[in-house]
């Protein structure tokens, strides 16, 4: 009853076993990619994709100051949107995050007018720099070395300059 069952037979088995094994084992040589990492002014600049990638931090901050609903429609649930596009890239940093809804995002990636408006938007509050990293800004030789300190003092500042034109 049960030989019947079964579609192989042990010897069938084995057999797989045994021509699998005679087979030479050729082992691929890939290529290895270089590790020379990118760098600046003898700092290493690290790849796009940590570059603009949200933190947990960054994404509870961007909460914190813009709120937990959509920035232009006020609904939730939201996801974060990169104002200056991954592509061109903008910073995972939370200046560079605008809380949307589904359909609001949908339309930030689909119409570049509504992409440009909530850029132009978040400038007149940090300035034309709100899209850029550290390294960004010490590549362009707007801040002397690429520390979160320097980053912070600089963008502050942008701040700042806005908030004393409005007065
Ligand atoms: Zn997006
Ligand atoms: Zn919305």
Redesign the pocket.
Known sequence: MFNEVRSYSKEDQLKGHKSEKRKPKVKEKRPKKKKNPQLYRGRIIPKKKDRTKITPENYNKMIEVYGAYCQECGYTPV????LV?RSSMGTGGWRNLAP?CTKC?DR??KHFEFAEYLRTKRAERFGPHFGKDKYALFKEGLIPTSTDEMYERFMKGEEEKRDNKKV
Do not use: G, N, T
Not at 79 to 82: D, E, G, L
């Open positions: 996801s974060a949107h990169h596009f949307l995002h930030a990636h």
